[in-house]
């Protein structure tokens, strides 16, 4: 069966600081990867998506850049952290190929300081 | 970006009770999925439907695609403590140039009183 992974579950930096959380799928290849922010709880807005090794999509203007060196590895970097990149960040898969719908994982919890 | 209108936007049931939520869209989706969040944790998929007029259910869940494609409507039947959570729902138009994004509705949040 498939498995989304993420870490680090919690993380405290610095404004100014970078940034780099990793998502890391089990048991399927050649998914679409996805990233979100959600603030507040509610609301999750689409920042990244992938449909490919190293091809990515924007979706909103932003201080943050997403890799995917891997065909199921997934990075959300930031070279300098503001105080409103605060959020849960949660990583994302699917397989369009077999119609499977998007499965998360448990998110990150970013704080910024 | 566009948003699907979930309502209601809370909810404050005692243990037993039914609850109905729905999500109605602007657009036809082909495909409509809901999910519940537990506080800290990511969205975990409940049911998925495929097909206009579907009725599916997943224990005490039941959901339905409405024939229009526009709308979806989840109940949870004799609720529970554990129920709760927020609950979205969210549609996509499998194939194209879409890429299976998600359109999301924003959210019900749900409290169980025992």
């Known amino acids: 069966s498939q498995t989304i992974h993420q870490w680090p579950a919690t993380l405290v930096q610095p404004v100014g600081s970078p940034l780099s959380l990793e998502c890391t799928v089990e048991g399927t290849s050649n998914p679409n990867l996805y990233w979100y922010r959600q603030a507040a709880g509610r609301g999750l807005q689409l920042l990244f998506y992938s449909v490919g090794i190293g091809q990515i999509s924007s979706e909103v203007p932003q201080n943050l850049s997403a890799s995917r060196p891997q065909d199921r590895q997934f990075i959300l970097s930031s070279k300098k952290l503001l105080l409103s990149d605060s959020g849960f960040y949660l990583c994302a898969w699917s397989a369009l190929t077999t119609n499977q719908p998007q499965h998360f994982g448990d998110g990150t919890r970013l704080s910024i300081l | 970006g566009q948003q699907l209108n979930q309502s209601p936007q809370s909810m404050f049931i005692q243990e037993g009770e039914d609850v109905s939520m729905n999500c109605t869209s602007s657009s036809i989706f082909n495909t409509w999925l809901w999910y519940k969040q537990d506080p800290g944790e990511g969205p975990v998929l409940l049911i998925a439907l495929y097909k206009a007029g579907e009725l599916t259910s997943n224990g005490r869940l039941t959901a339905q695609f409405g024939i229009t494609r526009k709308d979806s409507f989840l109940n949870i039947s004799a609720s529970i403590p554990s129920d709760v959570g927020i609950y979205f729902c969210?549609?996509?138009?499998?194939?194209?140039?879409?890429?299976?994004?998600?359109?999301f509705g924003q959210g019900t949040i749900l409290t169980v009183h025992p």
């Open positions: 969210a549609g996509y138009n499998a194939g194209g140039t879409s890429y299976g994004k998600l359109t």
